[in-house]
């Protein structure tokens, strides 16, 4: 499989003219509108307003049925999202149903293997041999306004996209203002705001719940798309009516959502269960803290010291500056200067066993002293056995460990 940073825009083979017209044609008569058409103040609160509409989208009632909306409430949303001009709910989405089944693959409408521009605006604009992966979308067939609008799309994206984003500044005289701001300034954001959930959100941000394909969280993806950026979370509960789980992440779709059950207007919102939820957290902030952990120097194992009779360890004393502690012996030549308790401490006792001096007797070691007396450890005392709480340094006490990262554990 293609790595995220191959930047392969596949070959084309055609150009999608209507699409380039709408992209280019679009943010042409916006710019005409900022240059040469006077602001409204009126006509700017409502494209503000008029831009949260097209914004909340078909994304978690049509593509995940991550809740359930009354009729009025799913008129709203589909009118809204055809207002978008982005395509019909119909098109839109089964074609993110195959992105999520078919994930950084071939068969992902907007795979991010193929880099920032394909995945952005590339894959709207131009042909090419990719098709998109088979998904279910039985549901979608049988829902009777998905297919009316799904069948009546250009008359009505035209309608909600352009005409009445126009019409209405004109009750105010300023149906020109509307047509540059309301319609073309709107649709432009709203396209590339969009369109950064395909692109920056398959690359920018972090990896909170899982780091095998490319969705990531990012508070920027977040602001542009109303909440829709904290996409590793998405991707991995597709289901949740939430993107954003914590308290201080910006979700307003969630508040919009949960607004609605507030008044009746939506039911069953689901979310995926917070047990599983967290084991997915855990396992990545595991996973960074192994990687810290692979970073650091550690004792060596106990494997792979020399076992040593007491005699032996009473003789070598004789020529080198041995110590024992909870039944492995160190070399602490190194440290004799930089003992806190002075040299003197460590030279009276080359040759003894200084365990309950060391946890207690005549001080409580630190953990730090304790880590760093482990890496001294030059043997291990026959018969020398202490409690865990001793012999294992407290910073290998929660040692992250991968459980059959190489073994086959296939029922035969
Ligand atoms: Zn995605
Ligand atoms: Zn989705």
């Not at 207002?83 to 709910?89: L, N, R, Y």
């Not at 992902?108 to 880099?115: A, N, Q, V």
């Not at 069953?268 to 902030?285: C, D, H, Q, W, Y």
């Not at 020398?384 to 190489?406: M, T, Y």
Request: proline content about 6%; hydrophobic content about 40%; some cysteine.
């Amino acid at each position: 499989m293609a790595t995220r940073t191959e930047h392969k825009f596949p070959p084309i083979e055609g150009v999608r003219w209507f699409n380039v017209c709408v992209l280019v044609g679009t943010p042409l008569i916006a710019l005409y509108g900022l240059l040469f058409v006077p602001f409204d103040r009126r006509t700017i609160m409502f494209a503000v307003a008029y831009y949260l509409f097209s914004m909340i989208g078909f994304h978690r009632l049509w593509s995940h049925r991550s809740y359930n909306a009354c009729f009025p409430l799913q008129v709203f949303l589909i009118l809204g999202g055809i207002s978008s001009v982005q395509g019909s709910c119909y098109w839109w989405a089964r074609g993110h149903r195959s992105h999520h089944r078919w994930t950084d693959t071939d068969k992902d409408p907007y795979d991010s293997t193929r880099g920032l521009a394909w995945t952005h605006i590339g894959w709207i604009l131009f042909k090419s041999q990719l098709r998109r992966g088979v998904v279910d979308s039985s549901d979608l067939s049988k829902d009777p306004l998905v297919q009316w609008t799904h069948h009546h799309y250009f008359p009505l994206t035209a309608l909600f996209g352009y005409v009445l984003p126009a019409l209405i500044p004109a009750l105010w005289n300023d149906a020109l203002g509307g047509f540059c701001f309301s319609a073309a300034l709107r649709l432009t954001v709203a396209h590339h705001c969009t369109f950064a959930i395909n692109s920056i959100a398959h690359y920018l941000g972090s990896t909170p719940y899982d780091d095998a394909l490319s969705p990531r969280d990012h508070f920027l993806s977040a602001i542009l798309t109303m909440g829709e950026g904290y996409h590793n979370f998405h991707h991995q509960f597709p289901m949740d009516y939430r993107n954003a789980i914590l308290w201080y992440q910006w979700d307003p779709t969630k508040w919009f959502i949960a607004s609605c059950k507030f008044l009746g207007l939506a039911s069953n919102l689901r979310v995926f269960p917070s047990n599983e939820i967290a084991k997915g957290a855990l396992t990545m902030k595991l996973k960074n803290l192994k990687k810290v952990q692979e970073s650091l120097v550690w004792p060596p194992e106990i494997e792979d010291l020399p076992i040593v009779s007491w005699e032996s360890f009473q003789e070598e004393s004789k020529r080198r500056p041995l110590i024992l502690v909870s039944g492995f012996i160190h070399d602490v030549s190194e440290f004799l200067d930089q003992h806190p308790g002075g040299a003197a401490y460590l030279t009276k006792n080359f040759g003894i066993d200084v365990t309950g001096s060391f946890h207690g007797g005549v001080y409580r070691h630190s953990n730090a002293a304790h880590n760093l007396m482990s890496m001294m450890r030059v043997g291990v005392l026959v018969g020398g056995g202490c409690p865990p709480s001793q012999s294992i340094p407290p910073s290998q006490a929660l040692f992250v460990a991968a459980r059959h990262a190489d073994k086959d554990i296939s029922i035969k």
